[in-house]
T-cell receptor, first 114, second 114 residues
Framework: DTAVSQTPKYLVTQMGNDKSIKCEQN?????MYWYKQDSKKFLKIMFS???????INETVPNRFSPKSPDKAHLNLHINSLELGDSAVYFC?????????????FGQGTRLTVV | AQSVTQPDIHITVSEGASLELRCNYS??????LFWYVQSPGQGLQLLLK??????LVQGIKGFEAEFKRSQSSFNLRKPSVHWSDAAEYFC????????????FGSGTQLTVLP
């Protein structure tokens, strides 16, 4: 049974479109994350969401917005997509309070903006 | 601020040879350290972690890593590499910051020759 699952795995879309990536975790963790992996494979935190508290990396454009309908889901919405948004986006979860477990990652969503 | 350095961008070894991937970190307190592996087109899988205690930690797939506080290092080792070990390897430190996120190194690409 997959611990962290995200859909879709591949997403190709045109500039200017709005798209969403879904993420679900069945681990009972209290914190979920979105990371971006660029073309050089560098991983950078975008958001974390813990108990209705959203922490945003200040470098993330406001076209990106996470939405959490419940503790097990953290979806990523992207408005007005740009070429530079092309990347692999990873969802992750961990238990932070209490616990500090390792982060479990989804399989990634490869977003290509054309 | 915390940081992770993986000095080797790309390493090539022959199947059956030993492997050591280097990782140096900068962290204000006792770190939690991780090694993740990313196979082509796949997500991030945890190989091993160090939270406290024994500085030599064992992980999955025959990997081990040694935490050396004096050198701020957490190098990954494997005595005999298999062709299936070819992948990208990431060292990470955390969780930290307001987002309780992991900070990743830039990764080391491992190629295994037959």
């Amino acid at each position: 049974d997959t611990a962290v699952s995200q859909t879709p795995k591949y997403l190709v879309t045109q500039m200017g479109n709005d798209k969403s990536i879904k993420c679900e975790q069945n681990l009972g963790h209290d914190t979920m994350y979105w990371y971006k992996q660029d073309s050089k494979k560098f991983l950078k935190i975008m958001f974390s969401y813990n108990n209705k508290e959203l922490i945003i990396n200040e470098t993330v454009p406001n076209r990106f917005s996470p939405k959490s309908p419940d503790k097990a889901h953290l979806n990523l919405h992207i408005n007005s997509l740009e070429l530079g948004d092309s990347a692999v986006y990873f969802c992750a979860s961990s238990q932070v309070n209490p616990g500090n477990t390792e982060a479990f990652f989804g399989q990634g969503t490869r977003l290509t903006v054309v | 601020a915390q940081s992770v350095t993986q000095p080797d961008i790309h390493i090539t070894v022959s199947e059956g040879a030993s492997l050591e991937l280097r990782c140096n970190y900068s962290y204000g307190a006792t770190p939690y350290l991780f090694w993740y592996v990313q196979s082509p087109g796949q997500g991030l899988q945890l190989l091993l972690k160090y939270f406290s205690g024994d500085t030599l930690v064992q992980g999955i797939k025959g990997f081990e890593a040694e935490f050396k506080r004096s050198q701020s290092s957490f190098n990954l080792r494997k005595p005999s590499v298999h062709w299936s070990d070819a992948a990208e390897y990431f060292c990470a430190v955390g969780p930290s910051g307001s987002a309780r996120q992991l900070t990743f190194g830039s990764g080391t690409q491992l190629t295994v020759l037959p």
